[in-house]
């Protein structure tokens, strides 16, 4: 084993979505990753059953994306795209839209799955202005719903948490579906629970407070993730679909988490059979190596906007210093190219019944009061600590890492998405082990 190097100084650097105090007492750092496996400072192997932050679907360290930004960067560090362009960034565009559902082939880079979000936001907006219907401002998101951290995706996101800080700014014109989540009806589940799908008619209820004729879009996650897994129920999605159609009212679908062959698809689009009009993606898009997120757009939104200004006027007000960044888009194109070249994608569907079957036999592990999941993605719920919720869930998140395996957390729900190169024996690995640590949590 390695010796844990030497760190003077913990304070400068202020950790996101971090009990920062709780952790510089007693830090967990990783050094090393590749394929499964994370290597902490202290020389232990860790088990990624989370891909960092559901975002390293190929494993870790894979030569091909490393070789890419190598080439990239000594080649051409940095062109703008503002008025100017580079080969790659066409490129990597086209890859994106191959694997986008039908139509859905116009592609806006950015840098994260929070300003896809704000982007999509800000899209719908201009293209119903663009169509002479600039009253179309409402928007709706869903309780219990992440869509990043930018102004836009806080306030149609729904975790209460993430809100109420910056409650004053959040913007005014917003309303919220409620989330599908319901343990009487639904409680371990395999895959999408048969309960639920009317909840969507609730969209009906708020067009008719506000009228269609003020309602911008609607966005969901398809199978939202951070606020604990939760699957979407058999019929729901195409209820919004039928609902959204009826009115005018765009659908986006935010696919961070389940974009590029999370549930064994490219999209949760293509799994479930529902086409949105806007799909939101990040973390997989290129392995995570480099920051990265796009906005899938359809043609109709694209040229709506497009051809409204005079020839030779910016017709989006909107970009980043970043968008399309070469290295990223060098490892956006190398890593779709892997996903195809491996059968990633078809690797994670044929995985999938040995996950859920791993994941469910915690059914009568100690404190589990419910477990949910759909392709690669697995949430277990722990019955909370009376007087300290999420307390139970971080102390086995702590233990797992201590054992060799590491795992998310949120409230008390410990939530796995590994890359999708794990085996069957890892797999049995991961969940096994969580077993054995929640036989000692407290």
Request: proline share 5%.
């Amino acid at each position: 084993m390695t010796s844990r190097p030497v760190i003077d100084d913990l304070s400068s650097f202020w950790m996101p979505f971090t009990a920062n105090r709780q952790f510089k007492a007693a830090p967990r750092l990783l050094e090393s990753a590749k394929g499964m496996y994370y290597r902490s400072t202290d020389g232990r192997e860790v088990l990624d059953g989370c891909a960092g932050l559901w975002c390293v679907n190929a494993g870790h360290g894979r030569d091909e994306i490393v070789a890419a930004i190598t080439q990239q960067l000594s080649t051409m560090d940095f062109a703008p795209t503002f008025q100017m362009g580079h080969p790659l960034a066409f490129e990597a565009a086209t890859k994106v839209a191959e694997l986008m559902p039908q139509g859905l082939d116009r592609i806006f880079f950015t840098n994260s799955g929070s300003e896809s979000v704000d982007t999509a936001l800000k899209i719908a907006l201009a293209y119903h202005r663009s169509r002479g219907e600039g009253q179309r401002t409402r928007l709706i998101g869903r309780e219990r719903g992440y869509h990043g951290v930018g102004f836009g995706g806080i306030s149609v996101g729904g975790i209460a948490p993430n809100r109420k800080t910056f409650s004053g700014a959040l913007l005014p014109a917003v309303d919220h579906l409620p989330h599908t989540h319901n343990l009487e009806h639904n409680a371990f589940s395999k895959g999408q629970p048969a309960w639920g799908a009317h909840l969507a008619e609730d969209l009906e209820r708020i067009v008719t407070l506000h009228d269609a004729s003020t309602i911008a879009a609607v966005i969901v996650e398809p199978v939202a993730g951070s606020t604990g897994v939760l699957i979407p129920p058999q019929g729901y999605l195409q209820k919004l679909r039928e609902i959204c159609t009826k009115h005018g009212i765009l659908l986006i679908f935010d696919e961070v988490i389940t974009g590029f062959g999370r549930v064994g698809k490219a999209t949760a689009s293509e799994y479930f059979g529902v086409t949105p009009d806007l799909i939101t993606m990040a973390k997989a898009i290129n392995n995570a190596a480099i920051p990265m997120g796009a906005v899938a757009a359809s043609r109709t939104i694209h040229d709506t906007i497009v051809n409204s200004g005079a020839q030779g006027a910016i017709e989006l007000f909107h970009g980043y210093t970043y968008s399309a960044h070469p290295a990223a888009a060098a490892a956006a194109v190398a890593t779709l190219d892997l996903y195809r070249r491996e059968g990633l994608f078809e690797r994670a569907a044929s995985l999938a019944p040995t996950f859920e079957a791993a994941a469910h036999s915690l059914r009568d592990a100690k404190h589990v009061k419910d477990i949910r999941n759909l392709g690669m993605i697995a949430g277990v719920e722990l019955e909370p600590r009376d007087g300290a919720p999420g307390a139970r869930a971080y102390e086995a998140f702590v233990k797992c890492f201590e054992a060799g395996v590491l795992v998310r957390f949120t409230g008390d729900i410990l939530a796995f998405s590994p890359p999708l190169i794990i085996d069957e024996e890892q797999i049995a690995h991961l969940f096994k082990t969580v077993g054995d640590v929640l036989a000692t949590v407290q």
